[in-house]
């Protein structure tokens, strides 16, 4: 596969420099790599899931915000969902300005992302919020790997939707807090940590096996410049060291 | 009471031509008006009930998203809500400013709203469109009349916030089209809607009955301008009849 060194001249900010930073050169914008079918399907899957997983994330979260015990915790909770709206709103336009049905490319994910929520369904407050904390960041961490592979325009939008989470952080106070008051809560919060991020890479095998065209993407093929097995392995596990940070800053084994 | 004919420097756009349109001149600024503290604490309610209105919103509509029979659907109710979180946030953020405590604020207005919507939750997603289009319009009328009243500062806020509203339109054609289908379906809607009307006047007397700053801001005291009887009598007549009107554009009697 051809890669490019110089960055194109409708690459902007932040996308470019992250993927220099992460040292993966530009493969061109958007225009030249969809013209391979395989690449546009490709990018179709990956866009679609993530536009159903923001709509849905914020369908979650909006549910979760009942369980809050106060206003103030409430809507923080909505502000994070109306946030992954916003999100949603950016990558639905994007599919239809590149002439997809964005309800025909969400459609395959769907029933994936629907059981992960249903798996785990927060039982109260505190589970809320250790789900949108470590939820929103084990997917941000994912797109983000995925991001720098892209074209240059399909990498800058995904980073930019990503770029703007972290809303949860509030989450990280509150969580320390209630492990003070009684510690049996955290062990019982770390069980949930482990949780959720099993039934997260358990859904997002499902989905890899199930779409050819999306794990041609992650792990490479003909057509498309993916990770090799090894560099897999080595995103997996950055993954989930970010993972076993982010449980340490609740206060929680992982 | 005193009035000002001339707009004061810090006034902008919209909220004084639109209060100059209806006749109503200028009571002046925020820091002026808010020196009467029978003022200020009408305003902080009147403020307190907003947000917390646009904070139910966000919630109901997120839960009744649920019922759409597709992903459009779904993401047309959830993009209404996200919009009244941005709205909810203008409003805690102008309470904080002007060093109210946001969530004492709310908190009267809270068990009145969430009667509303215990007495209004939809059976089905026909139900909650018209509930999303005729509720959002029946407040956003209310507001706007209680506007023109206000200092400049708040008048703006409040008028801001409600004009970026209307993003129910999309409701009058789906539900045009269910009528069209089975027009027994207008006849359950038009009770519907009455119904709406109906809650949503019983719990305005409500919060009027027990909030007597609130009640001074509209019905008229010592000490702020409020309306008289007559006024009082007009602005509901106005708003019945926009109901009457919106009934209508949605192909239901009212």
């Given at each position: ?48 899931a ?59 994910f769907?029933e994936p992302l629907?059981a992960f929520?249903?798996m ?18 084990i997917?941000?961490?994912f ?54 991020m099993g039934e997260a890479l358990s859904q997002a095998q499902r989905v890899v096996a199930e779409r050819d065209?999306l794990s041609?993407?992650l792990i ?9 097995l090894?560099?897999v392995g080595?995103m997996f596990?950055?993954i ?15």
């Amino acid at each position: 596969m051809e890669t490019h060194g110089d960055a194109p001249a409708n690459a902007v900010g932040q996308g470019t420099g992250k993927a220099a930073a992460t040292g993966h050169d530009s493969i061109g914008d958007w225009a030249r790599c969809s013209a391979d079918p395989h690449y546009r399907a490709a990018v179709l899957d990956l866009l679609g899931a993530l536009a159903y997983g923001e709509l849905s994330a914020f369908e979650r979260l909006a549910e979760d915000a009942k369980l809050a015990p106060g206003l103030e915790d409430k809507a923080a909770l909505a502000g994070m969902a109306a946030a992954e709206f916003q999100h949603y709103r950016l990558l639905h336009d994007r599919l239809a300005a590149v002439d997809a049905d964005p309800t025909e490319s969400m459609r395959p994910f769907v029933e994936p992302l629907d059981a992960f929520h249903r798996m785990t369904a927060p039982a109260d407050w505190l589970e809320g919020l250790v789900k949108a904390f470590v939820g929103d960041a084990i997917a941000s961490d994912f797109y983000r790997e995925v991001a720098v592979r892209l074209d240059d325009d399909t990498r800058d939008l995904v980073l930019g939707v990503m770029a703007d989470t972290g809303h949860a952080q509030f989450a990280v106070a509150k969580v320390r807090a209630a492990i003070e008051q009684d510690p049996r809560v955290g062990g019982r919060l770390a069980l949930w940590g482990r949780r959720l991020m099993g039934e997260a890479l358990s859904q997002a095998q499902r989905v890899v096996a199930e779409r050819d065209a999306l794990s041609n993407l992650l792990i490479g093929g003909a057509e498309v410049r993916g990770f090799d097995l090894v560099e897999v392995g080595k995103m997996f596990n950055r993954i989930t060291e970010a993972h076993t940070k982010r449980m340490a800053a609740l206060g929680l084994a992982s």
